[in-house]
């Protein structure tokens, strides 16, 4: 069966039913509120209580979107055992039925795509298209895996005679219990984590972001729908701080999927291994670049960046944090950058008109103060750099130039809607300071000149790359087609998430022999 992207909102473009998409949107928002002000549970093969709760609220406008359970350690051994213990029916269910299942999620997440997309503007706030775009990436997940998984005829292969009375195969077969602690900014991510050792007969455990719980949340509940049996799904909600440890370090626990932070990355990495080897995969985020030389359409280069690096609030991992410009080319885009970023909506995001919606929490706005005043200090702002006062934690989105090469700005992801924009000689200078960083998640490349981007992808030391993309420079891969892989510390495994390596990661070859 072909593989097909969802692209919901394309779609409605194309075939001239925009209006209808909004209005769905609109409908959806309004539904959205049925789920507003609820407690939810934790999923332990049947819905548990905890002592201790947790109360989440909007990043809109501080309002509460519900009540969650604060995991504890008992509930987490209550889980794994569980877990551990289904794990081999579920993967003897044969891999035609566990495809068949996760086929069906993906359709019942296509169903209620825009109840999703608006419950996102509530929970993570992401404006209409972007949320879309997110909840499409995660049925894209979910259909490209069950797809390979089938066109793999679950990763089963005869390997030949060894001998003349010899019969071998290789057999691909999983772990046992897989443990995913997911971020904020990506319903996709939550979804694409859980599917890929789920597809291939293993056992999950969702330690949700303690900042989307309520999508994470219908998603487990999605699964169960779909056929996936109660007894091998597992969502415990609570601070990571607090159970992260204990999960991550647990002897039933055979692989951890994470995304986020570098140092949070390379502490669980460490935790983990203490007793003994797992699988390990994390994606530690970026400080993401696009280089603009002097051959680029400037006016399409303008669009690239500014929707790469202010998109959803600059809270992407593949977010450009940094614009090198060809000193040649440099005071024509300076201006134009500006003016773009300037007319910029920034709001409610469920309103058509906004761009971009607020900041995650109020961490991030303290965070967002903090490197503004260092803007202010060593280097010039161009654009934002302002806290917009009222409910809500909305920042203006912020450029700055002039920056000394060794600035936090310039060195650490900040995950914010921050670009600096760093004048460089020519492209070999660009390069030269890209290889040179700790990070390579995604970059991109503006010019109209095939021998530049062929050197730029020759030498670039990152694992997703993208030239003259004006939707976004560093940004949007598509399932099946942009494989998104990290480089250096923005990841372990060096395999992408909708790639077809992806769902080998968690399955282990056992190589079987019949003598006759």
């Not at 909305?394 to 600035?407: E, G, M, Q, W």
Request: glycine letters at 10%; a neutral charge.
């Amino acid at each position: 069966m072909p593989f097909e992207n969802e692209i919901t909102y394309v779609k409605y473009v194309k075939n001239g039913k925009e209006k209808d998409f909004n209005q769905l949107y609109d409908r959806a928002c309004e539904d959205a509120k049925k789920y507003i002000g609820k407690e939810y549970s934790n999923i332990i093969g049947k819905e548990i209580q905890e002592s201790n709760k947790i109360k989440h609220v909007s990043p809109v406008d501080g309002h509460e979107i519900g009540v969650f359970q604060a995991g504890s350690q008992k509930s987490v051994d209550n889980a794994l055992k569980m877990l551990k213990d289904a794990q081999k029916p579920w993967f003897k269910s044969g891999y035609v039925n566990r495809a068949r299942v996760m086929l069906k999620a993906a359709d019942l997440l296509s169903r209620d795509k825009f109840l999703i997309s608006a419950l996102l503007a509530y929970e993570n706030g992401k404006n209409r298209t972007e949320a879309m775009a997110d909840v499409d990436e995660a049925i894209d997940f979910l259909r490209y895996y069950a797809v390979n998984l089938i066109e793999n005829q679950g990763f089963v292969r005869f390997t030949g005679k060894g001998y003349d009375n010899e019969e071998s195969m290789s057999y691909m077969k999983p772990y046992g219990v897989f443990a995913v602690i997911a971020p904020f900014n990506f319903y996709a991510i939550t979804v694409g984590m859980v599917a890929g050792p789920l597809t291939t007969g293993n056992s999950v455990l969702l330690k949700p972001s303690s900042d989307i719980p309520l999508t994470s949340y219908l998603y487990v509940k999605t699964l169960i729908e779909a056929g996936v049996p109660p007894e091998n799904i597992a969502f415990i909600s609570g601070k990571g701080s607090e159970i992260g440890p204990y999960i991550t370090s647990h002897k039933e626990v055979a692989g951890i999927l994470f995304t986020g932070s570098r140092d949070a990355g390379i502490s669980i990495y460490r935790n983990a291994m203490k007793d003994k080897p797992k699988v390990v995969i994390t994606e530690m985020g970026g400080k993401d670049t696009i280089t603009v030389t002097s051959k680029a359409d400037i006016n399409k280069a303008v669009n690239g960046v500014y929707r790469a690096a202010f998109g959803y609030s600059g809270q992407k991992c593949s977010a450009c944090s940094i614009a090198y410009i060809d000193e040649k080319v440099y005071d024509e885009f300076l201006p134009k950058i500006k003016e773009a970023t300037d007319k910029l909506v920034v709001g409610d995001p469920k309103k058509l008109e906004s761009f971009m919606g607020p900041v995650i929490n109020r961490e991030a706005v303290e965070k967002f103060k903090k490197y503004s005043e260092l803007a202010e200090k060593g280097g010039k702002v161009l654009s934002g750099g302002i806290v917009i006062e009222g409910p809500g934690n909305f920042v203006r989105p912020t450029i700055v130039t002039d920056l000394p090469a060794d600035s936090d700005i310039i060195k650490t992801e900040l995950f914010l809607p921050f670009l600096a924009i760093v004048k460089v000689r020519n492209l070999d200078d660009a390069i030269k300071r890209i290889n040179e960083s700790d990070y390579g998640l995604t970059g991109g490349i503006f010019t109209e000149d095939p021998m530049e981007i062929q050197k730029y992808f020759d030498e670039v030391e990152v694992g997703t790359i993208y030239a003259n993309r004006e939707r976004g420079g560093s940004t949007g891969a598509m399932v099946g087609s942009q494989p998104f892989v990290g480089w250096k510390l923005s990841g372990i495994s060096g395999k992408g998430t909708g790639s077809f390596y992806y769902l080998q990661q968690f399955l282990r070859e056992q190589s079987q022999t019949i003598a006759h």
